[in-house]
């Protein structure tokens, strides 16, 4: 299954990317996505573990499975105000 | 009015926009760009944010801010794009009928965005550097010009 992940700020620098696409097996939780992430862009080890997620466009749970049309964005500490 | 703007915020409007009759309180607050954070000088600060969940947790703020208060009107405007020293990066006007509860809600309304609405900043240093503000992350970005 093909997942779409968004990125903002330090993330999407040190991914070079605003968005990346992430294949898996079977559908993943939102604890797959931050493993394989990592696992595929090294750089954003400093964000991945601080970051929260969104599915779309709420927060989510490690533990929130994903289906394909579901809307995914990694949210590092947010910093607005 | 909940808005996400490049353009810089009228404070007018959005005071007005929560002018009525029946309220005998107005409460503004406007968030503006400052220049030392620590000992660290600030030349400019560029926002970001993930526009849907932005819009949709603004809307959820004021929502909840009318659960607690007997709020009347309720604004808050986010700027985006590049700030310069002294511009608003964020404005929230609260109208009640009595002050106590204006004062509650618009700073009840401030703390939460700051928590949970996905928007960013980064810092553009006087050196020459920029950095993304990301509270409690140990090593935060940093970018050589």
């Known amino acids: ?81 | 009015m909940i808005e996400l703007t490049n353009n810089p915020i009228d404070a007018n409007a959005v005071l007005s926009s929560v002018y009525d009759h029946g309220a005998g309180a107005v409460v503004f607050f406007l968030g503006t760009t400052r220049e030392f954070t620590q000992e660290r000088q600030t030349d400019s600060l560029d926002y970001q944010c993930y526009p849907e969940m932005a819009v949709k947790k603004l809307e959820e703020l004021e929502a909840e801010a009318r659960e607690k208060w007997p709020v009347i009107g309720c604004s808050i405007v986010h700027r985006l794009g590049r700030l310069e020293l002294g511009e608003a990066s964020v404005a929230i006007a609260v109208s009640t009928p009595h002050r106590r509860d204006a004062y509650e809600a618009s700073q009840w309304i401030i703390d939460r965005l700051k928590q949970i609405a996905p928007i960013w900043k980064q810092e553009n240093w006087s050196d020459g550097t920029s950095q993304w503000v990301h509270p409690g992350m140990a090593s935060e970005t940093e970018t050589k010009p």
């Open chain 1, 1 to 81: 299954m093909m997942i779409r992940v968004k990125l903002f700020a330090a993330a999407r620098e040190a991914a070079g990317a605003e968005q990346v696409e992430l294949e898996f097996p079977t559908a993943p939780t939102i604890a797959d996505v931050r493993r394989l992430l990592v696992e595929r862009y090294p750089a954003l080890e400093v964000v991945v573990p601080h970051a929260m997620f969104a599915v779309n466009t709420d927060y989510a749970s490690d533990q929130t499975r994903l289906s394909q049309d579901d809307e995914i964005a990694c949210i590092p500490p947010v910093s607005g105000g």
